[in-house]
């Protein structure tokens, strides 16, 4: 499974809805549920699958999924 | 000089004439002096210093921040040019209340005055430019806004006039472009301009400033009153602060339209929200994402780890903070408080909310939203007592006799038609809720704020100027007496 393919499970499990189909343009507009306080669980269940630590500089700037998938690949490529 | 007054209206198009003769490499200039002017008809010579301050500050911390490569260090900037801002704004706005609540605390302690209570002194203006300063410093640092090159483009950004003493809170990567790009005469911008400051005009001297007085009687004197009288009025002022409010920001968009500028709206219909979150999302826009991006953000990430109660805590802080800035007084520390308490209650009370929702089938349904609109409205109104009191002591007053007496008021018709005209005439209540009906058909039935206005101008002449010369000649027939200034100059 790729990272985007993990991302997209996270995406389904945190909102509870197993229609969302991830692209990497897609904003919180796009998906329902997507508020501040989803956010966190968002957040908190990507870094806790991927074993990984978001800087808070980098929470605040990621602008859509593809901002966070980046991220996330960098910070998988760096421990490898 | 405010928007409602003769000076405005002699200001506004002389320096639109000498803007239009002026090429456009010059015409920052203009804009700037224009603003510069404007912001000193105040008559406060060291509000101009402080202007000038933050201005100078903010301009060479962005460029310090954006030219180092380090993070720590272009953090420690970021800090210091925040701090400088804040520092600013607290000494302009909060030094009265800080000495005289800590001469309390230390009177309490020693038994006597011990430090100097600092003079209240004008601070229009300086909340607002402030935030817009600590907002470019953020973007600077975070990557997401370039530092500005030239000072004078980047002083309009900080003094424009049309938004200088009230907001918008404009972010640099929406305003800074728009007031560089040069200038053509734009026939639709300009009709929708002046309909829109006609619109926010209306909105301030025929409703806001009518129903001013009759929030003023009950309010300046909450003792004299019980039950339906301050109901009434607590009503009244949620409209009127609406009113006041986004009138006066209409009036500034309408103004920055003129230049082909189009400056955020502050509101979207907020008394058809379903929910406070959501009343927030709707009601003064532009300070209430820069509360969410600048400190609600930060803050609950920071506090990740403890999910649903992060969250809380950030809610709580956020909007203490944001009662704070409104006014340096307890009331609007409570009335921000209870903004942020009833969030957070919102937040731990929506998994049960969920299935009390399902239980009941009433998901999806109309009488659901109906309910949901009502009961945000009463709390927003609640807690707009805590805004309009003059003191804790009236808002706990207000409170405490909101329903004592409302049986036998509403049981007597000629009680019942006292308390509900408060004294206002009814030639005047009557125009107040013609013009406020003809408000809310105009406004609340779109699906866009003010589509309106874009959808008069698509209707033919006959129409469209019956109710251009309709508008204005009920604002010049029907203006309250006694101009009121602006509720959110004080802030």
Same mark, same amino acid.
């Given at each position: 499974?790729?990272?985007?393919?993990?991302?997209?499970?996270?995406?389904?499990?945190?909102?509870?809805?197993?229609?969302?189909?991830?692209?990497?343009?897609?904003?919180?507009?796009?998906?329902? %549920?997507?508020?501040?306080?989803?956010?966190?669980?968002?957040?908190?269940?990507?870094?806790?699958?991927?074993?990984?630590?978001?800087?808070?500089?980098? *929470?605040?700037?990621?602008?859509?999924? %593809?901002?966070?998938?980046?991220?996330?690949?960098?910070? *998988?490529?760096?421990?490898? | 000089?405010?928007?409602?007054?003769?000076?405005?209206?002699?200001?506004?198009?002389?320096?639109?004439?000498?803007?239009?003769?002026?090429?456009? +490499?010059? +015409?920052?200039?203009? @804009? #700037?002096?224009?603003?510069? /002017?404007?912001?000193?008809?105040?008559?406060?010579?060291?509000?101009?210093?402080?202007?000038?301050?933050?201005?100078?500050?903010?301009?060479?911390?962005?460029?310090?921040?954006?030219?180092?490569?380090?993070?720590?260090?272009?953090?420690?900037?970021?800090?210091?040019?925040?701090?400088?801002?804040?520092?600013?704004?607290?000494?302009?706005?909060?030094?009265?209340?800080?000495?005289?609540?800590?001469?309390?605390?230390?009177?309490?302690? /020693? &038994?006597?005055?011990?430090?100097?209570?600092?003079?209240?002194?004008?601070?229009?203006?300086?909340?607002?430019?402030?935030?817009?300063?600590?907002?470019?410093?953020?973007?600077?640092?975070?990557?997401?806004?370039?530092?500005?090159?030239?000072?004078?483009?980047?002083?309009?950004?900080?003094? /424009?006039?049309?938004?200088?003493?009230?907001?918008?809170?404009? +972010?640099?990567?929406?305003?800074?472009?728009?007031?560089?790009?040069?200038?053509?005469?734009?026939?639709?911008?300009?009709?929708?301009? @002046?309909?829109?400051?006609?619109? &926010?005009?209306?909105?301030?001297?025929?409703?806001?400033? =009518?129903?001013?007085?009759?929030?003023?009687? $009950?309010?300046?004197?909450?003792?004299?009153?019980?039950? @339906?009288?301050?109901?009434?009025?607590?009503?009244?002022?949620?409209?009127?602060?609406?009113?006041?409010?986004?009138?006066?920001?209409?009036?500034?968009? &309408?103004?920055? =339209?003129?230049?082909?500028?189009?400056?955020?709206?502050?509101?979207?219909?907020?008394?058809?929200?379903?929910?406070?979150?959501?009343?927030?999302?709707?009601?003064?826009?532009?300070?209430?994402?820069?509360?969410?991006?600048?400190?609600?953000?930060?803050?609950?990430? =920071?506090?990740?780890?403890?999910?649903?109660?992060?969250?809380?805590?950030?809610?709580?802080?956020?909007?203490?903070?944001?009662?704070?800035?409104? &006014?340096?007084?307890?009331?609007?520390?409570?009335?921000?408080?209870?903004?942020?308490?009833?969030?957070?209650?919102?937040?731990?009370?929506?998994?049960?909310? !969920?299935?009390?929702?399902?239980?009941? !089938?009433?998901?999806?349904?109309?009488?659901?939203?109906?309910?949901?609109?009502?009961?945000?409205?009463?709390?927003?109104?609640?807690?707009?007592?805590?805004?309009?009191?003059?003191?804790?002591?009236?808002?706990?007053?207000?409170?405490?006799?909101?329903?004592?007496?409302?049986?036998?008021?509403?049981?007597? @018709?000629?009680?019942?038609?006292?308390?509900?005209?408060?004294?206002?005439?009814?030639?005047?209540?009557?125009?107040?809720?013609?013009? #406020?009906?003809?408000?809310? $058909?105009?406004?609340?039935?779109? +699906?866009?704020?003010?589509?309106?206005?874009?959808?008069?101008?698509?209707?033919?002449?006959?129409?469209?100027? $019956?109710?251009?010369?309709?508008?204005?000649?009920?604002?010049?027939?029907?203006?309250?007496?006694?101009?009121?200034? /602006?509720?959110?100059?004080?802030?």
């Amino acid at each position: 499974m790729t990272t985007f393919e993990r991302l997209n499970e996270i995406f389904c499990e945190v909102f509870d809805d197993d229609t969302i189909e991830l692209k990497p343009e897609m904003t919180a507009n796009d998906v329902d %549920g997507w508020d501040s306080l989803s956010y966190v669980n968002l957040i908190l269940a990507i870094e806790t699958k991927f074993a990984i630590t978001f800087s808070q500089k980098e *929470l605040l700037t990621f602008r859509n999924v %593809g901002d966070l998938h980046k991220s996330i690949e960098k910070k *998988l490529e760096s421990r490898k | 000089m405010f928007f409602n007054s003769i000076e405005y209206f002699l200001f506004l198009p002389a320096i639109y004439l000498i803007f239009y003769f002026t090429p456009d +490499r010059f +015409r920052w200039i203009v @804009l #700037l002096s224009g603003s510069i /002017f404007f912001y000193a008809s105040l008559m406060q010579p060291y509000l101009l210093l402080v202007l000038f301050g933050v201005m100078l500050a903010t301009y060479v911390f962005g460029k310090l921040i954006a030219a180092r490569s380090e993070e720590k260090e272009k953090k420690r900037l970021f800090w210091i040019g925040a701090g400088i801002n804040l520092a600013i704004l607290v000494g302009m706005k909060y030094l009265p209340f800080i000495t005289e609540n800590l001469d309390l605390l230390l009177k309490a302690i /020693f &038994g006597k005055s011990i430090i100097p209570i600092s003079p209240v002194i004008v601070s229009i203006g300086v909340s607002f430019y402030v935030f817009q300063a600590i907002s470019y410093l953020s973007d600077v640092y975070l990557e997401i806004q370039e530092s500005e090159s030239h000072f004078g483009y980047f002083a309009l950004y900080i003094s /424009f006039f049309p938004k200088i003493l009230q907001g918008p809170i404009e +972010r640099a990567n929406s305003l800074l472009p728009q007031l560089k790009k040069p200038y053509e005469f734009n026939y639709d911008n300009m009709r929708s301009g @002046l309909l829109l400051f006609t619109w &926010g005009l209306f909105k301030k001297v025929v409703i806001a400033d =009518r129903l001013a007085e009759l929030v003023n009687r $009950v309010y300046g004197n909450a003792n004299a009153y019980t039950g @339906l009288p301050l109901i009434v009025a607590t009503y009244a002022y949620a409209i009127q602060i609406y009113m006041d409010f986004s009138g006066y920001t209409d009036m500034a968009l &309408g103004t920055a =339209r003129l230049f082909n500028i189009n400056l955020t709206d502050n509101f979207n219909r907020p008394y058809l929200a379903t929910s406070v979150a959501e009343f927030w999302r709707r009601w003064h826009i532009s300070f209430s994402s820069w509360l969410q991006d600048y400190l609600f953000k930060p803050l609950q990430m =920071r506090m990740r780890n403890w999910k649903s109660w992060g969250s809380v805590i950030a809610l709580l802080i956020t909007f203490f903070i944001s009662g704070l800035w409104h &006014g340096a007084a307890w009331t609007f520390v409570i009335w921000g408080f209870l903004h942020g308490l009833y969030m957070a209650v919102a937040v731990l009370y929506k998994p049960l909310q !969920k299935k009390l929702y399902k239980k009941l !089938k009433l998901n999806g349904t109309k009488i659901l939203k109906l309910w949901k609109i009502f009961m945000t409205f009463n709390l927003v109104s609640f807690a707009w007592i805590f805004f309009r009191a003059e003191s804790l002591r009236d808002a706990s007053r207000v409170i405490t006799n909101l329903f004592t007496g409302l049986g036998t008021q509403l049981g007597s @018709l000629s009680v019942l038609k006292q308390s509900l005209s408060l004294g206002l005439g009814k030639f005047d209540l009557a125009v107040a809720a013609f013009s #406020l009906a003809f408000m809310i $058909v105009l406004e609340f039935t779109n +699906r866009e704020n003010n589509e309106h206005l874009l959808r008069l101008q698509k209707k033919p002449i006959y129409i469209r100027w $019956v109710v251009y010369y309709f508008l204005v000649m009920w604002i010049a027939l029907f203006s309250a007496t006694g101009s009121q200034e /602006f509720v959110y100059f004080r802030f």
